[in-house]
DNA sequence: CGGCATTTGTAACCATTGTTACTGAGTACT
DNA sequence: AGTACTCAGTAACAATGGTTACAAATGCCG
């Protein structure tokens, strides 16, 4: 564990604080697809990712869905920091995009770092800094661009992600993702098929060009 | 401007962080209507509001606006935070909602006090914590409700926040609150007075009960 | 009081998005 | 091959919100 903390970690916190991480953090690999936070969960640790990507999202009372964004190795998230310090129940839900594997840190933990580690101190700042930004270009997506906007985002932001260039999700995934309609992405994504953006097929979507 | 520390951050700070603040802060008093901060402005002080209310704006491009929230005595912005750690630029719009008091404390001593002082490290962390939450719920209305319910919310924000049940506003100025028009706004207000929840008149509406 | 600018009310129309319904293509399983 | 299921394409329609245009009301100021 400690070789991989070095790796993702190694450039942010000094040798005693990663040596601490390694010792009172949890390896956890999680597959694909799994349901990591739910809305309303107690959160209970931090995650430290070292591989692979979670996607995570906000939920409404009917269980409509919106992206939020991806974490990604090297990266925590600031919403269950802010859970952890408030001690209230989860804002968002987390879903594994890929296999993932990460560092469970206990909460109590966190207190003290902020206190005794200037690097761990910025590591959180940063986090927040990086994740209320991703929100807020979220919200500008949301209130100030329409659909068809949104859509090629959002494929951009699958490419980056994934590193390749096709995407493998069904229109009603994508649908759920954006809070959007199946018909309505079939229709978009057909659009974008006459434009020559991207290729259509089931179950995949082959980028060719997002300009 | 120790007597107003005091009496609306005495609770939250010891004695050595106020003395601190009062030293090296400058007292202000901004006038309702005043810009206070745009986008893409470099950030030099964190503000920690007395009195008064800070209206706090998203902008795109096109000079389009969305009320995100606003700040009340006893807080502080952590948009402002985020920008003085990261020497980024300013990513919000803020207006002066009522004529304000505050003490701007410069950039340079925020890392200095999150070392030494617990209280200072809560409270900003707090602060973090109630932002984004805020913007989170921004983002639920703009994303899963339709113009009356968000125009609703707004309605009970703003009685929460002026303390009055007599809102000071055109339709206008309440359609680019709400990154809508003004037709759709009066359209909306309108069976709102008809459903006997609020009276309109010119330059204000009367607000009787929101439910 | 009379004129002017601002604000509000209203109607007609358009664009985007969402909904319903149905069809056919692709895939998986037996 | 036959059956069943999921996914995608498409059309018709509805709903919401935005736009344009104009009239009426209100308040201000000389």
Chains 1, 2 share one sequence.
């Not at 840190?105 to 700042?125: D, G, H, I, L, S």
Request: proline fraction near 1%.
């Amino acid at each position: 564990m400690i070789q991989e903390l070095k790796d993702n970690y190694g450039h942010l916190f000094e040798e005693d604080l990663l040596n601490e991480i390694a010792q009172v953090g949890t390896y956890k690999e999680v597959p694909a697809g799994f349901t990591m936070m739910s809305i309303g969960d107690y959160v209970r640790g931090m995650p430290l990712l070292i591989s692979g990507a979670i996607k995570i999202m906000r939920e409404d009372k009917e269980g409509d869905e919106l992206l939020l964004y991806y974490l990604e190795s090297g990266e925590t998230c600031s919403m269950t920091m802010n859970c952890c310090m408030g001690q209230t129940k989860s804002e968002i839900k987390a879903v594994a995009e890929h296999d993932t594997k990460l560092i469970m840190v206990p909460v109590q933990k966190m207190e003290e770092w902020t206190a005794n580690y200037k690097t761990w101190r910025n590591f959180v700042f940063q986090s927040y800094h990086t994740r209320l930004n991703e929100v807020l270009h979220i919200l500008d997506s949301v209130a100030f661009e329409k659909m068809d906007q949104r859509l090629l985002n959002y494929l951009k932001e699958k490419v980056r992600i994934n590193k390749t260039m096709t995407i493998h999700n069904t229109h009603q995934e994508i649908a759920y993702d954006l809070h959007s309609s199946r018909v309505v992405i079939s229709r978009l994504l057909k659009k974008l098929e006459q434009l020559g953006s991207i290729e259509l097929h089931r179950n995949h979507i082959k980028i060719i060009n997002l300009a």
